[in-house]
């Protein structure tokens, strides 16, 4: 068995720290994040990411899934036990399950990407709600997309709602963070990916060959692929709609574009 920390005050810098997470400069600072839930925490085990704590309440005994989980926790050497008090002063969910992880990540490197073989790739021009970025994420897994890369101006991938809606797919999506978005897509240009964008004028979807390595944009919700980026672009897709709809959420468009590839790549 593994020393449990045990803590019953607020004012605890241990639980002091771990709130301060869902701050995006502390995040980002301390590369770590915070997953909630019975679910993502079993994701991350079963994953074997890095944790830096998992913090439980006795609510997770509550039900026969939190019993099995503390179980296979309990042999661990970062376990904190909280009271029920503190655990809902930590946590970001209307009813939490009493169990949530501090997780480390690291930035992944672009050079990975040159070491792949005909890459499908999305490239997210200002994503900025958390709903799409997750949903992206899960369907990029889901769909077996080799990577997603944030441009400057993307909410952040972990951003506790974002980190909610991946549903554990964040863990096993490589993510690529780019600050300067035309030097990275001429380096994609550089290595001979294609650069495509989203477009309601564009050339129908089905219509394009997606076997060779790609670089997709999906634009910004409000305003799509800003004009800059569109000029490096060398072509434009559209899906193709027969109802009334003038155009797809950022979210369900990524994710058809990437199940087209999956079919065309199978």
Do not use: H
């Amino acid at each position: 068995m593994g020393k449990i920390i045990e803590i019953s005050s607020l004012n605890n810098p241990l639980i002091k720290e771990i709130k301060g997470l869902y701050r995006k400069r502390n995040r980002w600072k301390k590369k770590t994040f915070i997953i909630e839930g019975i679910k993502i925490v079993n994701e991350a085990l079963i994953n074997n990411i890095e944790l830096e704590y998992l913090v439980y309440s006795d609510s997770l005994l509550e039900n026969q899934e939190g019993n099995e989980l503390l179980n296979r926790i309990y042999n661990r050497d970062n376990i904190i036990k909280v009271t029920n008090k503190v655990f809902k002063e930590i946590s970001d969910t209307e009813n939490p399950q009493g169990i949530l992880g501090v997780v480390r990540f690291n930035n992944n490197d672009f050079k990975d990407i040159e070491k792949l073989d005909k890459p499908s790739l999305l490239f997210l021009d200002e994503i900025q709600d958390p709903g799409n970025m997750g949903t992206i994420i899960r369907s990029g897994d889901a769909f077996n997309i080799d990577g997603i890369i944030l441009g400057k101006g993307c909410v952040d991938p972990y951003n506790s709602k974002v980190i909610r809606s991946t549903m554990g797919s964040i863990f096993r999506l490589p993510i690529y963070m780019c600050e300067d978005i035309l030097d990275c897509l001429q380096d994609f240009k550089d290595i001979g990916l294609d650069i495509l964008a989203t477009s309601l004028e564009g050339k129908p979807l089905y219509d394009k060959n997606l076997n060779n390595g790609f670089v997709c944009i999906i634009g910004n919700e409000s305003r799509g692929v800003s004009k800059d980026i569109l000029n490096m672009v060398q072509e434009e897709i559209s899906i193709p709609m027969a109802g009334g709809a003038e155009s797809l959420n950022a979210g369900v468009a990524a994710s058809i574009i990437m199940y087209e590839v999956m079919k065309k790549r199978l």
